[in-house]
């Protein structure tokens, strides 16, 4: 992934002045050790400051976290911490910050050795919530060195895409598909996520495409492609106009994205894109999300913007997929029922045309768009990558704003399924627990369009984390709820 920010997550640690010194000196170190024996040693840096007691302290270890070009902050209460310096420090550091405490060692050394970071935890979330500044809390945030160290390590992820948001813009070609009103929501909340938003007319993207006829770099694009495609090399007639269409998409990139760090597209495919461009741009929208820049399908906004929050947390390709139809009942008694512990309503297909990474897919093919080919000829609808999406743990999910620019989030688990599809495009069986439900009374409730991003492997804590931190009402965080848990809308009766 080469659009993401590297974290480096800058450890201070602090201290009460009635409180012995040693003992957030000695437990910083013992975290330091912890976490380089199990992780990464270049996420973290140790502040050298000594140990903040103090606002003077405060203000020097600020300026030496900043100097080491630390992004990202743990404040590491050793022992009970001073309440104002601590939050002052999380106050005036520009980037994402977390909290978490000592635990007590033995109860050998219940004396002298009582550090009361259990309590001191209650007066740092307080004054953070004085001062209106948020920080990322630990479901349980009191350990040992071993336990904070993971604590630390959960929220590189986390800091990661609270980075990249607030240096990212997301660019878009043309206004969203005649009954795509979907995926329209106002921009109002990308700016107050730190997002910018560059909007484009297809008619501009359309004019950048002809000026990169003859592009001398078109033919190692093909050759690269090729390689990609191996025996699904079935089109390729289409891989010149395609590899012209890529290059035109990264040195758009490259012009545009000024003062910002990463970038994310949110492009236009369909209905005037086939027959003036003369293929259909699934594939290279594949092949750029495969390297970190997501491209999202039918000017989805906030369906790019998801997808760039699952990259950064996953560190890995994403797609955005159709929650698209469900699953006939003969398949689920053939290939699913006694055979994985889902009903027939937990299950569904995740499609799209041909846009998730060759990477993600079982088997990969370079097709047709058999939807569009049905009004238009076929060779202007190349350039679907289609397959079966690789079996294992996915979390589907999706930030939105509402129509009245509200901002709200979903979350759910789940995997695909190791079921043949026997269907087209880029497409998979998938399967969440409680889906039925999920898909009554939070995705058609609350009106969320048909899209929804999609990270492979399960990510629900980290992105749960991230749409807190970024302030979604955590009434509008929604999951797949266990039947214990009824969703209000739901009937009782039934």
């Given at each position: 992934?080469?659009?993401?920010?590297k974290?480096?997550?800058?450890?201070?640690?602090?201290?009460?002045?009635?409180?012995?010194?040693?003992?957030?000196?000695?437990?910083?170190?013992?975290?330091?050790?912890?976490?380089?024996?199990?992780?990464?040693?270049?996420?973290?840096?140790?502040?050298?400051?000594?140990?903040?007691?103090?606002?003077?302290?405060?203000?020097?270890?600020?300026?030496?976290?900043?100097?080491?070009?630390?992004?990202?902050?743990?404040?590491?209460?050793?022992n009970?911490?001073?309440?104002?310096?601590?939050?002052?420090?999380?106050?005036?550091?520009?980037?994402?910050?977390?909290?978490?405490?000592?635990?007590?060692?033995?109860?050998?050394?219940?004396?002298?050795?009582?550090?009361?970071?259990?309590?001191?935890?209650?007066n740092?979330?307080?004054?953070?919530?004085?001062?209106?500044?948020?920080?990322?809390?630990?479901?349980?945030?009191?350990?040992?060195?071993?336990?904070?160290?993971?604590?630390?390590?959960?929220?590189?992820?986390?800091?990661?895409?609270?980075?990249?948001?607030?240096?990212?813009?997301?660019?878009?070609?043309?206004?969203?598909p005649?009954?795509?009103?979907?995926?329209?929501?106002?921009?109002?909340?990308?700016?107050?996520?730190?997002?910018?938003?560059?909007?484009?007319?297809?008619?501009?993207?359309?004019?950048?495409?002809?000026?990169?006829?003859?592009?001398?770099?078109?033919?190692d694009?093909?050759?690269?492609?090729?390689?990609?495609?191996?025996a699904g090399?079935?089109?390729?007639?289409?891989l010149?106009?395609?590899?012209?269409?890529?290059?035109?998409?990264?040195d758009?990139?490259?012009?545009?994205?000024?003062?910002?760090e990463?970038?994310?597209?949110?492009?236009?495919?369909?209905?005037?894109?086939?027959?003036?461009?003369?293929?259909?741009?699934?594939?290279?929208?594949s092949?750029?999300?495969?390297?970190?820049i997501?491209?999202?399908?039918?000017?989805?906004?906030?369906?790019?913007?998801?997808?760039?929050?699952?990259?950064?947390?996953?560190?890995?390709?994403?797609?955005?997929?159709?929650?698209?139809?469900?699953?006939?009942?003969?398949?689920?008694?053939?290939?699913?029922?006694?055979?994985?512990?889902?009903?027939l309503?937990?299950?569904?297909?995740?499609?799209?045309?041909?846009?998730?990474?060759?990477?993600?897919?079982?088997?990969h093919?370079m097709?047709?768009?058999?939807?569009?080919?049905?009004?238009?000829?076929?060779?202007?609808?190349?350039?679907t990558?289609?397959?079966?999406?690789?079996p294992?743990?996915?979390?589907?999910?999706?930030?939105?704003?509402?129509?009245?620019?509200?901002?709200?989030?979903?979350?759910?688990e789940?995997?695909?399924?190791?079921?043949?599809?026997?269907?087209?495009?880029?497409?998979?069986?998938?399967?969440?627990?409680?889906?039925?439900?999920?898909?009554r009374?939070?995705?058609?409730?609350?009106?969320?369009?048909?899209?929804?991003?999609?990270?492979?492997?399960?990510?629900?804590?980290?992105?749960?984390?991230?749409?807190?931190?970024?302030g979604?009402?955590?009434?509008?965080?929604?999951?797949?709820?266990?039947?214990?848990?009824?969703?209000?809308?739901?009937?009782p009766?039934?």
């Amino acid at each position: 992934m080469n659009n993401i920010p590297k974290i480096k997550l800058g450890i201070v640690a602090v201290s009460r002045d009635c409180f012995p010194e040693s003992l957030s000196v000695n437990r910083r170190k013992a975290l330091v050790d912890a976490y380089k024996a199990k992780y990464d040693a270049s996420d973290i840096y140790e502040c050298p400051i000594c140990i903040v007691e103090s606002e003077i302290h405060m203000v020097q270890a600020l300026e030496d976290i900043k100097k080491a070009g630390c992004n990202a902050l743990c404040v590491y209460l050793g022992n009970f911490g001073p309440e104002i310096s601590e939050t002052l420090l999380a106050k005036h550091f520009e980037g994402p910050k977390m909290f978490c405490a000592a635990a007590e060692e033995t109860q050998n050394d219940l004396c002298g050795g009582r550090g009361d970071a259990y309590c001191g935890m209650l007066n740092a979330s307080y004054n953070l919530k004085l001062r209106n500044v948020g920080a990322y809390i630990p479901e349980y945030p009191v350990g040992d060195a071993e336990d904070c160290a993971k604590m630390m390590n959960d929220f590189i992820p986390i800091a990661r895409a609270l980075v990249g948001l607030s240096k990212l813009k997301i660019i878009t070609f043309g206004p969203r598909p005649l009954n795509f009103l979907a995926c329209n929501a106002p921009i109002k909340q990308l700016y107050n996520l730190g997002v910018e938003i560059e909007e484009n007319s297809e008619l501009d993207l359309f004019e950048s495409f002809n000026k990169h006829e003859g592009d001398a770099r078109i033919p190692d694009v093909v050759k690269d492609m090729e390689a990609e495609l191996g025996a699904g090399n079935k089109k390729p007639e289409v891989l010149a106009k395609l590899a012209q269409y890529e290059l035109t998409l990264l040195d758009w990139v490259e012009a545009h994205k000024g003062y910002r760090e990463y970038v994310a597209i949110a492009g236009k495919c369909w209905p005037a894109f086939q027959t003036q461009f003369g293929f259909v741009p699934c594939y290279v929208n594949s092949r750029l999300t495969g390297r970190g820049i997501p491209v999202s399908c039918e000017v989805d906004i906030y369906g790019c913007l998801s997808e760039y929050i699952g990259t950064c947390v996953s560190d890995d390709i994403v797609t955005l997929l159709d929650i698209n139809n469900s699953v006939p009942k003969d398949m689920y008694k053939e290939s699913i029922q006694g055979k994985f512990d889902y009903t027939l309503e937990d299950t569904f297909m995740g499609f799209h045309c041909g846009n998730t990474c060759s990477k993600k897919l079982s088997f990969h093919e370079m097709k047709y768009q058999m939807i569009m080919a049905r009004a238009l000829p076929i060779e202007v609808t190349n350039g679907t990558l289609e397959g079966d999406i690789v079996p294992g743990d996915i979390t589907f999910y999706r930030l939105q704003s509402t129509a009245d620019a509200k901002i709200r989030a979903y979350v759910a688990e789940g995997e695909v399924l190791p079921v043949a599809t026997k269907s087209f495009g880029g497409i998979g069986v998938f399967a969440i627990k409680e889906m039925g439900r999920f898909y009554r009374h939070v995705l058609i409730e609350k009106n969320y369009p048909h899209h929804g991003a999609v990270t492979f492997g399960h990510h629900g804590k980290a992105l749960f984390e991230v749409f807190k931190y970024l302030g979604v009402p955590i009434e509008d965080i929604n999951y797949n709820q266990p039947k214990s848990l009824p969703y209000p809308t739901e009937n009782p009766f039934k």
